[in-house]
């Protein structure tokens, strides 16, 4: 079996980023992922990257792959479902499929955080929704509530208030902790309602979302959707089978290079401790240069 010098694991900008800087570096590699662009595709508006004033999320996530695409890479689509080590080498398997690396870079991204409330399983695909920008359409002229009080809950509802009738925008905290730069295009909004201080008990409804119910004061709101950005989790799985070291979320510890605490191993973007957690587009695409030059250098010198 042939052995990569690295097998990149993960499609979304911090993978992308890692796998154009390995293919200037002339590296034997591959690019593993069963999202490309990944979560990236899922973001409404993004006003933040340089050299976008302001671009759909999918468009931008269709740029990465096309420019990976210049240097003749093409992303292997699927996933990746077990890593063992063996004689210093990695062994990584998929459903059909299995690859050798002497390096690894996870890109893994983080899931999406569930509530883990009442009416919230039951419901997914009948009302509840984690992605506003795949599922607003079904909204139009109609009530939501949006949970979560980040950037990605503000510019969901943003989203949602040119198609539904009506937004709640639900908050736990006393205050939004989104951009000041969405909070205020939020006031511009007539038709989104910001609930602070709240927690959702109850999600009901027959054999489709009806309506929700508040924890501290029990108020029922008549609602059509309840799309949850309530953050998100690392990816555990592949974590756990290769021993990794993490912090007390779960997040892979790495040093200043992206090395984890195993030989071999490299993490970037939303699942490291990289950038000071700060988990943006910005600077998963970069952890993911600085894995590959590390990797480079490190080649280079065996």
Request: net charge neutral; glycine share 8%; hydrophobic share 40%.
């Amino acid at each position: 079996m042939q052995i990569y010098d690295l097998i990149i694991i993960g499609s979304g900008p911090a993978g992308i980023a890692c796998a154009i800087y390995a293919a200037r570096y002339k590296m034997n590699f591959l690019i593993v992922g069963k999202m490309n662009g990944g979560t990236v595709n899922e973001a409404h508006r993004i006003e933040n990257y340089p050299g976008f004033n302001s671009v759909p999320g999918v468009e931008l996530a269709a740029k990465f792959k096309e420019h990976l695409k210049s240097f003749g890479q093409k992303i292997i689509e699927t996933e990746i479902v077990s890593i063992t080590k063996n004689n210093g080498n990695f062994l990584l398997k998929s459903s059909n499929e299995e690859w050798q690396a002497k390096n690894i870079i996870l890109a893994l991204g983080t899931e999406r955080r569930k509530l883990e409330i009442p009416g919230e399983k039951e419901f997914v695909g009948k009302g509840v929704s984690y992605c506003a920008t795949c599922d607003a359409f079904f909204y139009k002229n109609k009530k939501v509530a949006v949970i979560g009080g980040s950037d990605s809950a503000v510019t969901s509802a943003l989203y949602l208030a040119d198609l539904a009738e009506q937004v709640y925008l639900i908050y736990r905290r006393s205050e939004l902790r989104a951009e000041p730069a969405w909070t205020e295009k939020l006031k511009e909004k007539k038709n989104i309602e910001v609930i602070l201080e709240r927690n959702l008990k109850e999600i009901k409804g027959d054999n489709k979302v009806q309506s929700i119910i508040l924890k501290e004061d029990g108020k029922e709101i008549s609602v059509d959707g309840v799309f949850i950005e309530a953050g998100s989790i690392p990816s555990v799985v592949l974590i756990k089978e290769l021993n990794l070291q993490t912090d007390d979320k779960g997040y892979i510890t790495v040093d200043s290079s992206q090395k984890a605490s195993v030989e071999g191993v490299y993490a970037v973007g939303d699942i490291s401790t990289g950038s000071n957690n700060l988990r943006q587009i910005i600077t998963g695409a970069a952890e993911g240069a600085i894995a590959a030059n590390a990797i480079y250098l490190k080649l280079k010198k065996s």
